[in-house]
Each structure stands twice: as structure tokens, then as C-alpha cells.
């Protein structure tokens, strides 16, 4: 089997372990099945979020992380924008993960020009980056989001604006829809499914929003198990649509072993 | 008649007058018709519009001038939020429109919290404003945005974020939609035929956008008048419903009268 988790309201809240994350982590990986850790969040690179973990004595390599960041950077490569001008509103983990498939960053300006606009979080967001994206966009450069989450959680259990907020400004300023990479698209699940040499049905993907991996998880055709660490309430759960409904809902990650294996 | 002139791309771009725009003006005031100007842009305030029309040989007092951002104070004082504690995400004109009506303005922070928040354009719109905005309202505060405008035009041909931008960033972030104020609402227009003593019949709407100037206007009943000089092109009026179609279509101002009168 592979378990493919995602990090915020998952395995942590900001800084704080989510129940349980380290010793269900381990056991799995004991009992030998394979694990990848999938986060939309673009602000750190993989490297940075093995470490986060570790602090966490949650054994990762950057090899077992896929992010919305270097998911983009994959994908900006096999569509022939490696060495291409890309206009990016994003922090430290989108700027990492581009940079080594040659891109020429565009600095922001009020005529900016690029060949693709990359727009991830950025918590320096500003309106000159906002027009930068606009113009360059309605001059014809491709317009690629991380993704489109709304939130994201934190340690008190409160939420700041997610990508998702940046991306839909640039969407109303410029008048174009993005190609989204990250979840609930398939594109970054796929990936991992190649680097393992992992197939659908024998795979899990443990998530907390509906609306992303539960999303995603159905489309792929892979099991879900939502966990109710992060954003998701019980109650939500009722409300959902079958098509929508997780195989398996739990409190936390304590007891995702004995229920799944 | 009254005839109600929206500003940005009608009577102006940036700082250059629309072709026709004084003389045009002063020979309706000189006929004995009203004459009003009605901006979403909350940027200003209508002291300021009516200088900027001054500086380009346009008579207006501010008396003459509605902007989203003095609806919105008129809107907030008739729905008992004059006195509460409001946070903005606005400029100059949105402030200094709202302090007369006796809100308290929360500053921005990771935990703000407020009876209403007001959304406009603000060229220096930052993250923690973004995250102030979406905190308040999560915690209960009311959403009203000025105006959706995407997009404003520039002298040069080109535009640049509108409100509509930071309205959306704010409104996934908190997952509620917002109460408009501005065009095409027809709350302003409403305002402008009570402060003129005019009936619909008797007015004429004069703007550059379908989706805000021409809504509004088929919205109230008033007759409709869309110019080129702004962010519609003839081709777009090719596509448009019937519904949606303008009473008269100008390339400017030159021949309002003639064509009305």
C-alpha cells in the first residue's frame, strides 16, 4: 500500500504534531508500505518541510514530499516552460523549486512581461504584484496556480487566507482562469503515483478538507480517509453529496492502522 | 432630464478628459438638464473629483458627486452602523467618506475584529489587511464591498486592478459573499433620483461598462448610453443580450446632445 498524507490538518497544525502523526507514520512504514507526504501549501521547499517533520521525529526525505510547488515546476517542464520567463507571486518554497528548470524570474513592474504567471501564497503580496500578474497575463503569458486553497489552518485552530485568495484576485484582474496544479486537480497525485510505482487501488490518501483531498482521491480512484484535525467538522460530513464522502472518517490518526490494514 | 455621467473611461482616462467631455457638460447645464457623477472609484473623495473636474473645465460641486464610497456611508448610517467599529480596506475617499457618519476604524491585526468590514480599492492592499478582513468576518462582522469593478482604465489604453480584485481575494478567504454598494446596484442611482427629485423616466445614464454602468441602468428603468472611450469595445456590444443593449451608442461625447436632445 501507499499512504499519501497531507501535512496542514493532518500531520500538524502551524507547529503543533497532529495526534498520534510520528508513531502512525512509523508503523506504517514498519509494517512495509510505502508513504508520501502531499501538501498544496507552496511556501516552503521540500527540503525545508523534511526538516519540519524531522523536528517532528517524523522521518521523511525530500524525496517522499510532493508540494504544489515543485508539482508546478514539474509540470511548467514537461510543457516546455523550463527556460522560460515566468512572472511568480509566491514565497521561498515556489521561488526553490522553479529556479532549477531554468526559468528567468520577471521582476514586478507596471508593464511586466512574461511567459508564464505563477501565483502561489505570498504573505508579501502587494498591488504592484497584483498588476505585475495582470498585465503580463493579458499580454498573453499563461496563467498557473499552486492551487485554490481558501485557508489554510493554524496551531489555535483559527485559519489565514490561503492561495486561493491570491489566485482569485489575479482571476477578476485580469479576466482568465487559471491551470491549477495542486489538489483537487490529479496532476501532483499522478506524479507520486509514477515515483512509486504505486497504482490507484492500492492506494490511500489521508487528508482533511473535502473540497481537496477527499476531491482529488475520488477523481484518481484511490481510497480517502479524511482525518478531523484540520478544517473539516462532523458536521460537514453530513451535508456531503455520496460522490463526495470519504471511505473512512476519523478523529485523528490513531487509529488509521487498525482500521485500514 | 438628469443625466448621471459615471467618471473613469466616460469623462475621463487617468488624468486625460474624454474628448467633448467639458463642453458637452456645459451646454446640458446651459439647457437646463441635471447633471450628476457617479463613480464606483472609492479612491477619492468628492471634493477631490470635483478639483480633478475643475482642473479639466468641468463645473461640479461635490453635491453633484456620488461615489461608492459616499453610498456606502449613506448605506451604513441607514442601517445602524453609524457609531460601530468598522475595518476598512480602502483609500483616502473610503475614510474620509466614513468618519463623518462616526465609525471607529479597527487597525489591521492577526486578530481583528469589527461590527462591519468595508472593501474598496487599495493600491497598498498587504496580506495582513487581507487576513484582518477575513478574521472579522469569520467572527461575525458584516461584508460590504464599494464596487466589483475588475478592472480601472489608465490613459494609456491599458487598466489596472480594480476593487472587484481585492473584493474576491477577500471574499474566498471568508467564504462570504458581500453586500455591493456600487454600480450596477442600483442603491446609488436610487440616491442621486431622491437627491434630484428625478423619476427614471426622466434620466439618462452615461457610461463606458456593460456590466456595471448599463446593468445598473436597465436595472432602474433610466435610459442607457454607453461611450467607446473606455473598457468596451464595439465588438463586445455585437455579443451582447438584449437585455443588456444600450439605448444609444457613442464613439464619445461629442454627439450626446444631438443624439438626445
Known amino acids: 500500500m501507499l499512504f499519501v498524507f497531507d501535512l496542514d490538518g493532518v500531520i500538524y497544525r502551524g507547529n503543533q504534531p497532529a495526534p498520534c502523526a510520528a508513531q502512525t507514520v512509523a508503523e506504517i512504514r514498519k509494517s512495509g508500505h510505502l508513504v508520501f507526504f502531499l501538501t498544496n501549501n507552496s511556501a516552503k521547499t ?105 485557508t489554510y489552518p493554524l496551531e489555535n485552530g483559527r485559519v489565514e487566507p490561503g492561495a486561493g485568495s491570491i489566485v482569485a484576485a489575479v482571476e477578476v484582474a485580469s479576466g482568465v482562469s487559471p491551470i491549477v496544479i495542486g489538489k483537487p486537480e490529479t496532476y501532483s497525485l499522478e506524479k507520486i503515483l509514477g515515483l512509486t510505482g504505486s497504482k490507484p487501488e492500492e492506494t490511500v490518501v489521508v487528508g482533511d478538507r473535502i473540497d481537496t483531498d477527499v476531491a482529488m482521491g475520488k477523481t484518481a480512484g484511490v481510497k480517502t480517509v479524511l482525518t478531523l484535525t484540520g478544517v473539516t467538522s ?20 490513531c487509529h488509521l492502522i487498525q482500521a485500514l490494514c
Open 46 to 150: 521540500r527540503i525545508q518541510y523534511a526538516q519540519k517533520l524531522a523536528e517532528m521525529q517524523i522521518k521523511a526525505s525530500p524525496e517522499e514530499i510532493m508540494t504544489s510547488a515543485y508539482a508546478t515546476a514539474l509540470y511548467l517542464k514537461e510543457n516546455g516552460f523550463d527556460g522560460a520567463t515566468a512572472f511568480v507571486i509566491g514565497e521561498e518554497g515556489l521561488f526553490a523549486e522553479l529556479s532549477p528548470i531554468g526559468v528567468a524570474f520577471a521582476e514586478p513592474s507596471e508593464d511586466c512581461r512574461a511567459d508564464v504567471v505563477v501565483v502561489g501564497i505570498d504573505r508579501s503580496i502587494n498591488y504592484l504584484k497584483l498588476k505585475s500578474a495582470q498585465q503580463a497575463i493579458l499580454h498573453g503569458a499563461r496563467f498557473i496556480a499552486t492551487n485554490r486553497d481558501a
Open 234 to 253: 462532523r458536521e460537514d460530513i453530513l451535508e456531503l453529496p455520496p460522490h463526495l464522502m470519504p471511505n473512512l472518517v476519523l478523529e485523528n490518526l
